[in-house]
């Protein structure tokens, strides 16, 4: 019998997802995975990325399994159609849906749910209603005048969608414009197999990027997409940490998940490895899974875990190497070094943020990069842009502290916010002028102080040494080292972890400098 980790992951946390659902056929939001918006009522608007649901129920409903007891249940699917249903009503005049505002017109939020809901008519089998129809197609045009040029894997989203359009409406336009921009994507893809995410790779976001990228090829045999999974594969086959967790602080988007139906739709050497390491992350708790994401991305992610285990196949292999290598990636500044006693993973152009985990010992650091705090001001090193020198032995990173802000939201912007979108931002240019701009306050702000950092690291054979100082920051403040923390508004990243618990304290130091040797 096929292994069922995934599948049970997935069983688990059903409830957690009915919840979120409007189960009441009265009811005029009947259908609405938002709980915040039809019970607790505390926003107002339904965020249409939870309606990808809708496909989570439709997969569940369909697979007969011993220990599935939402197998063809008429209630599980009569909630599948009121949730693409729901999703049909909440779409804008531009065909655009919004995620985390009114009058968003989310280029993202179209595109994941649009793949979702068409999916899901295609697992159930069914026709659209003359509405979702005529919301399908709009969606489609939404997207196919649109190009994102600035976070790949929202395109590649849009490709999948586009492509499962064409299909469900029967109309090859759409299929057309999906090849095409398949063969740009392709394009934009880094020789070391990563995307840009905000200036550099990230290793969730570029596995979310390689399974829409999969869903098209499994339906297309296209092979512009399986050029671009195995590239994107060979690169990420030398994050996975010998304790079993992947991604983090050297990343751009400090993301620690992995989709796990992203290494199922092509398959070689480095695919199969990095199945096999999601598999035995999930199955341990390692990662995260159903059990332990956030009910937002249990809502967009969970039928990837169905789709995981449709596809999964008989492949298990260690995923680690056998012998120690020093890796390196100068194109995004990443350095990755697996020696007998310990493993690192360096990003010389992040603030010489780092992942150490000390093969003997157990020991585990997350180090973001130095930080300063004084008083309510806080200043960081780990953002993309340090100056950098290597050789065999020794990395030193020099850059300017950035002040961190951590901003909140509060009563007045928010209701400056509402205002302008209930009115200017109805026009869908003035709302994505606002969308960037928000993007590059909180994402990737360039601001810089007039303090300065530097980070020597020395690889030794059976230790590393860390050594920390900063300059220009003002009397009493405290130098933060061994930090994990991030200074990027990014959803899916800051989830908790096991091995959280497991990870050295942050230090806390009334002084200029700091030298650490971790073994």
Same mark, same amino acid.
């Given at each position: 019998?096929?292994?069922?980790?995934?599948?049970?992951?997935?069983?688990?946390?059903?409830?957690?997802?009915?919840?979120?659902?409007?189960?009441?056929?009265?009811?005029?939001?009947?259908?609405?995975?938002?709980?915040?918006?039809?019970?607790?009522?505390?926003?107002?608007?339904?965020?249409?990325?939870?309606?990808?649901?809708?496909?989570? #129920?439709?997969?569940?409903? /369909?697979?007969?399994?011993?220990?599935?007891?939402?197998?063809?249940?008429?209630?599980?699917?009569? #909630?599948?159609?009121?949730?693409?249903?729901?999703?049909?009503?909440?779409?804008? &005049?531009?065909?655009?849906? $919004?995620?985390?505002?009114?009058?968003?017109?989310?280029?993202?939020?179209?595109?994941?749910?649009?793949?979702?809901?068409?999916?899901?008519?295609?697992?159930?089998?069914?026709?659209?209603?003359?509405?979702?129809?005529?919301?399908?197609?709009?969606?489609?045009?939404?997207?196919?005048?649109?190009?994102?040029?600035?976070?790949?894997?929202?395109?590649?989203?849009?490709?999948?969608?586009?492509?499962?359009?064409?299909?469900?409406?029967?109309?090859?336009?759409?299929?057309?414009?999906?090849?095409?921009?398949?063969?740009?994507? +392709?394009?934009?893809?880094?020789?070391?197999?990563?995307?840009?995410?905000?200036?550099?790779?990230?290793?969730?976001?570029?596995?979310?990027?390689?399974?829409?990228?999969?869903?098209?090829?499994?339906?297309?045999?296209?092979?512009?997409?399986?050029?671009?999974?195995?590239?994107?594969?060979?690169?990420?086959?030398?994050?996975?940490?010998?304790?079993?967790?992947?991604?983090?602080?050297?990343?751009?988007?400090?993301?620690?998940?992995?989709?796990?139906?992203?290494?199922?739709?092509?398959?070689?050497?480095?695919?199969?490895?990095?199945?096999?390491?999601?598999? &035995?992350?999930?199955?341990?708790?390692?990662?995260? %899974?159903?059990?332990?994401?956030?009910?937002?991305?249990?809502?967009? &992610?969970?039928?990837?875990?169905?789709?995981?285990?449709?596809?999964?196949?008989?492949?298990?292999?260690?995923?680690?190497?056998?012998?120690?290598?020093?890796?390196?990636?100068? @194109?995004?500044?990443?350095?990755?070094?697996?020696?007998? /006693?310990?493993?690192? +993973?360096?990003?010389?152009?992040?603030?010489?943020?780092?992942?150490?985990?000390?093969?003997?010992?157990?020991?585990?650091?997350?180090?973001?990069?130095?930080?300063? %705090?004084?008083?309510?001001?806080?200043?960081?090193?780990?953002?993309? @842009?340090?100056? /950098? /020198? $290597?050789?065999?032995?020794?990395?030193?990173?020099?850059?300017?502290?950035?002040?961190?802000?951590?901003?909140?939201? $509060?009563?007045?912007?928010?209701?400056?916010?509402?205002?302008?979108?209930?009115?200017?931002?109805?026009?869908?240019?003035?709302?994505?002028?606002?969308?960037?701009?928000?993007?590059?306050?909180?994402?990737?702000?360039?601001?810089?102080?007039?303090?300065?950092?530097?980070? %020597?690291?020395?690889?030794?054979?059976?230790? +590393?040494?860390?050594?920390?100082?900063?300059?220009?920051?003002?009397?009493?403040?405290?130098?933060?080292?061994?930090?994990?923390?991030?200074?990027?508004?990014?959803?899916?990243?800051?989830?908790? +972890?096991? &091995?959280?618990?497991?990870?050295?304290?942050?230090?806390? #130091?009334?002084?200029?400098?700091?030298?650490?040797? #971790?073994?």
């Amino acid at each position: 019998m096929k292994d069922d980790t995934y599948l049970l992951s997935l069983i688990d946390a059903m409830p957690r997802i009915i919840n979120q659902i409007d189960r009441n056929p009265a009811s005029p939001t009947f259908g609405c995975c938002d709980r915040d918006f039809w019970h607790y009522k505390i926003v107002d608007f339904a965020c249409a990325r939870k309606q990808e649901a809708a496909l989570t #129920l439709a997969l569940v409903a /369909s697979i007969k399994h011993p220990k599935n007891p939402y197998y063809d249940n008429v209630m599980i699917r009569g #909630l599948a159609d009121a949730a693409i249903r729901f999703w049909s009503s909440i779409q804008a &005049n531009d065909g655009s849906f $919004s995620e985390w505002y009114p009058n968003e017109h989310s280029f993202v939020a179209t595109a994941f749910s649009l793949y979702a809901i068409t999916e899901a008519l295609i697992v159930s089998r069914r026709s659209p209603s003359p509405k979702v129809r005529y919301a399908i197609l709009d969606a489609a045009h939404f997207l196919a005048n649109i190009v994102e040029r600035r976070v790949q894997n929202q395109e590649s989203g849009a490709i999948a969608a586009l492509h499962n359009a064409s299909v469900v409406l029967q109309e090859p336009i759409f299929a057309a414009i999906a090849k095409d921009r398949m063969a740009s994507l +392709v394009r934009q893809q880094h020789p070391e197999g990563w995307f840009k995410e905000y200036g550099g790779p990230d290793i969730g976001y570029l596995s979310l990027t390689m399974d829409y990228v999969g869903k098209y090829h499994d339906k297309t045999g296209d092979k512009n997409a399986e050029a671009l999974i195995r590239r994107a594969a060979s690169f990420m086959r030398w994050f996975m940490h010998p304790d079993g967790s992947i991604g983090g602080v050297y990343t751009s988007r400090n993301t620690e998940y992995l989709i796990p139906s992203a290494f199922e739709h092509v398959r070689d050497e480095n695919t199969v490895r990095l199945s096999s390491f999601c598999h &035995n992350g999930v199955r341990s708790g390692i990662l995260p %899974s159903c059990r332990t994401l956030t009910d937002r991305y249990l809502m967009y &992610n969970g039928y990837t875990y169905a789709q995981a285990f449709l596809a999964q196949r008989s492949a298990s292999v260690k995923p680690s190497f056998a012998d120690p290598f020093d890796k390196r990636f100068p @194109g995004c500044g990443l350095r990755v070094v697996d020696k007998k /006693s310990y493993f690192i +993973v360096i990003n010389e152009k992040k603030g010489g943020a780092f992942f150490f985990n000390g093969k003997r010992t157990g020991t585990v650091v997350q180090d973001s990069g130095v930080a300063v %705090s004084i008083g309510r001001t806080a200043f960081h090193a780990g953002y993309l @842009g340090s100056a /950098s /020198s $290597s050789d065999d032995g020794s990395i030193t990173v020099t850059g300017s502290l950035q002040p961190i802000k951590g901003q909140t939201l $509060s009563p007045i912007k928010n209701a400056a916010l509402r205002i302008f979108q209930s009115t200017f931002g109805i026009s869908g240019l003035l709302s994505k002028t606002v969308k960037e701009r928000l993007r590059d306050r909180v994402i990737t702000p360039t601001n810089r102080s007039h303090s300065k950092f530097s980070r %020597s690291i020395i690889l030794g054979d059976d230790s +590393v040494t860390v050594s920390d100082a900063v300059e220009g920051v003002p009397d009493g403040s405290t130098l933060i080292v061994g930090a994990k923390q991030s200074t990027q508004y990014v959803p899916s990243a800051r989830l908790f +972890v096991p &091995n959280d618990a497991l990870a050295q304290p942050p230090l806390f #130091l009334k002084r200029s400098d700091f030298r650490r040797v #971790l073994r």
